[in-house]
């Protein structure tokens, strides 16, 4: 079956502004995370949606957000975007079912704010 | 709150040799689960293997195998007869406490790159 896939695969922006990414998880899976990668910081966790709702996030400012819709796709926002937002953002999709609660991983968007 | 660490930022590997990429973790739990991740330079994050803390044997996968050592708090990840696609950056992740109803959040160690010459 498919893959995870993530929309779009790069994305520049300016400073201040906003944008939503997606990612829609393998067919079944109804958990979702999603993950901020950086050289300095490395993997981040930011949140994770499961059935629509959040069920853990990580230690990021309000400007990041997301949503799961009823199909299971998730999309996140970062408003007002600042220089230190630019990363790969890589998100995830597991479901009971997957053995040991297996996350797979899309092929991330770079995100570069300028 | 738990971590990971791997202490080898770079490894290099003779084509066809064994390399052995170091992984050891903290946490309080005595439930949970370990994983090794693969990211070439495309980006994606590749799962590998793995284990859990109530294994009694040690995972294997293919040329990948797990050494994990629970009273050093380590896992180790090793890789037979290494291939030149082998070389990307490996991640070791824990994801604590484990539970089948619980968050699925992994927390990921800051990689080791490795890379095989010919």
């Known amino acids: 079956k498919a893959g995870v896939t993530q929309t779009p695969r790069y994305l520049i922006k300016t400073r201040g502004q906003q944008v939503t990414l997606s990612c829609s998880p393998i067919?079944?899976?109804?958990?979702v995370s999603w993950y901020q990668q950086t050289p300095g910081q490395g993997l981040q966790f930011l949140f994770e949606?499961?059935?629509?709702?959040?069920?853990n996030k990580g230690n990021f400012p309000g400007r990041f957000s997301g949503r799961q819709f009823s199909n299971s796709r998730s999309e996140m926002n970062v408003s007002t975007l600042e220089l230190g937002d630019s990363a790969l953002y890589l998100c995830a999709s597991t479901s009971p079912t997957e053995k040991r609660d297996t996350q797979y991983f899309g092929p991330g968007t770079r995100l570069t704010v300028l | 709150a738990q971590k990971i660490t791997q202490t080898q930022p770079g490894m290099f590997v003779q084509e066809k040799e064994a390399v052995t990429l170091d992984c050891t973790y903290d946490?309080?739990?005595?439930?949970?689960?370990l994983f090794w991740y693969k990211q070439p330079s495309s980006g994606e994050m590749i799962f590998l293997i793995y284990?859990?803390?109530?294994?009694?044997q040690n995972a294997t996968e293919g040329r990948y195998s797990l050494n994990f050592q629970k009273a050093r708090k380590s896992a180790n990840l090793v890789i037979s007869a290494s291939q030149l696609g082998d070389s990307a950056m490996y991640f070791c992740a824990m994801r604590e406490p484990y539970s089948g109803a619980g968050s699925y959040q992994l927390t990921f160690g800051k990689g080791t790159k490795l890379s095989v010459i010919p």
């Open positions: 067919s079944g899976h109804r958990s």
């Open positions: 284990q859990g803390s109530y294994d009694e």
């Open positions: 949606y499961f059935s629509e709702t959040q069920r």
């Open positions: 946490t309080s739990d005595q439930s949970y689960g």
